[in-house]
C-alpha cells in the first residue's frame, strides 16, 4: 500500500509537472502566434496602402505618410510612450491602432536616379549682321527683272567728299560691333588721310543723320592700292537700343578737311535701264555728298557701297541641360514586435504599383 501510494504520488507530480510545462508552451505559442498575427496585420495594412500610392510624403524611421490614387493621405506613426502602439489614420480622421508592443517601425524610400537631357528657353546675346551689302547680292534681282546691270564704279573719300547708306534693321540689337568697308588706297596722290566710320540715327524730321551712335577707324596703313575688305571694331559714343524697323546711317568719311585729304576709294556698285514695275527691296539707300554731310544726293543711278555692319543682338534659343530625376520606386521597411521574452520580426520591400 505504502508502495503504490508512493508510486502514485511521484506520477501525480511528474504529471503536474508536465502539465505546467505543456501549459507554458501553449502561452508561448499563444503568444509567438499574437506576435506573428500582429506583425502580419502591420504589414499587410502596409503593404496595400504602398501598392495603391500615388506618392510617398514621409519615409523615416517611426513615421510613413502616403496619398492613395482616390487622393486621401494615410499616416503611420509609431507611439514608443504608449507601450510602442503603431497607429493608423486617414486625413484628419481618429488612429486606430495597427499593432501594440512595436519595438521598431522604419520606413526608407526607394528612388531610382536617372539622367535626361531637357530643353529649356533662355535668352543669349550673341553678334549677327544688322546690315550688308556685298558683291553679287543683286544677282539673282538682275535676273528676274529687266534691269541691266551696269558695272562697279568707286567713289573717291577725300577733301569733303563722303558717302553714305541708309538702312532699316529688320531685328533689334543692344549696340553696333564692327563694320567692314571694301576700299583702295588712292592712285593718283599717297593717301593722307585715315577713314571714319561712324553710325547714326536719323532725323525724324529730314532723315539726315542725327545722333552718333558708334564709330570706328581704318587707318591709311592698313588700305592697300588693290580692293579689300578692311574690318574695324566699332566703339559706343551714345549707349540706345537698336530698334527693328528704325532709320540709320552709316557714313564713309575721311579723317580731315581741306585740300588733298583723300583717304582712298571705296567700291560701289550700279544698275540702270530698269524697265519693270518690279523694285528692290534691301531696306537700304546710297546717298553721297560733296560737301562734308551738309547735303545728301541720292545717285542718278542706283547703286550701292560694299560694306558689312554687326552688332549685339539678345534671342532665345532652346539649350540642352542635364538633369537628374528620382523617381520612386516604393519603401523599404522594418517592424519589429517585442513582448516578454518574444519577438517578431518583418523586413522587406514594398513596390509602388500606381505610379
Not at 76 to 92: I, K
Not at 128 to 156: H, I, M, Q
Request: hydrophobic share 40%; net charge negative; aromatic share 10%.
Amino acid at each position: 500500500m505504502l508502495l503504490a501510494a508512493s508510486i502514485t504520488a511521484l506520477l501525480s507530480v511528474a504529471l503536474a509537472h508536465l502539465l505546467s510545462l505543456v501549459l507554458d508552451v501553449s502561452r508561448v505559442v499563444r503568444a509567438r502566434d499574437d506576435l506573428r498575427r500582429d506583425a502580419q496585420l502591420a504589414t499587410s495594412l502596409i503593404r496595400r496602402d504602398v501598392s495603391q500610392a500615388r506618392a510617398i510624403l514621409t519615409a523615416t524611421d517611426g513615421a510613413l505618410d502616403l496619398v492613395t490614387a482616390a487622393g486621401d493621405t494615410v499616416h503611420y506613426a509609431l507611439d514608443a510612450a504608449a507601450d510602442g502602439t503603431l497607429d493608423r489614420w486617414v486625413n484628419h480622421g481618429t488612429p486606430r491602432t495597427v499593432a501594440t508592443a512595436v519595438d521598431t517601425a522604419a520606413f526608407a524610400l526607394r528612388n531610382v536616379t536617372r539622367s535626361y537631357a531637357e530643353e529649356q528657353v533662355t535668352t543669349v546675346s550673341g553678334e549677327s549682321r544688322v546690315a550688308k551689302f556685298e558683291p553679287g547680292d543683286w544677282d539673282v534681282w538682275v535676273a528676274r527683272t529687266d534691269c541691266d546691270y551696269n558695272s562697279r564704279l568707286e567713289r573717291s573719300i577725300g577733301n569733303y567728299r563722303w558717302c553714305a547708306e541708309e538702312f532699316w534693321p529688320t531685328e533689334s540689337f543692344s549696340g553696333f560691333t564692327r563694320a567692314a568697308l571694301r576700299i583702295k588706297a588712292r592712285d593718283m596722290y599717297p593717301t593722307q588721310a585715315d577713314v571714319l566710320i561712324r553710325v547714326y540715327t536719323a532725323d525724324a524730321t529730314l532723315g539726315y543723320p542725327s545722333v552718333l551712335l558708334a564709330e570706328g577707324r581704318i587707318r591709311i596703313a592698313s588700305v592697300t592700292t588693290s580692293y579689300a575688305w578692311v574690318e574695324v571694331p566699332l566703339t559706343t559714343t551714345a549707349v540706345t537700343t537698336i530698334t527693328a524697323g528704325g532709320h540709320y546711317w552709316i557714313v564713309f568719311r575721311n579723317d580731315g578737311v581741306g585740300y588733298s585729304t583723300y583717304a582712298g576709294h571705296v567700291e560701289v556698285e550700279r544698275l540702270q535701264d530698269c524697265d519693270s514695275d518690279d523694285t528692290m527691296d534691301n531696306l537700304m539707300v546710297y546717298r553721297s555728298s560733296d560737301n562734308a554731310g551738309g547735303w545728301w544726293d541720292t545717285g542718278v543711278d542706283t547703286r550701292e557701297t560694299f560694306f558689312r555692319l554687326y552688332g549685339m543682338r539678345a534671342a532665345s534659343q532652346l539649350v540642352a541641360q542635364t538633369r537628374s530625376f528620382a523617381d520612386p520606386l516604393g519603401i523599404d521597411y522594418r517592424i519589429a514586435l517585442r513582448r516578454d521574452d518574444q519577438r517578431e520580426y518583418r523586413a522587406g520591400y514594398l513596390a509602388m504599383h500606381n505610379l
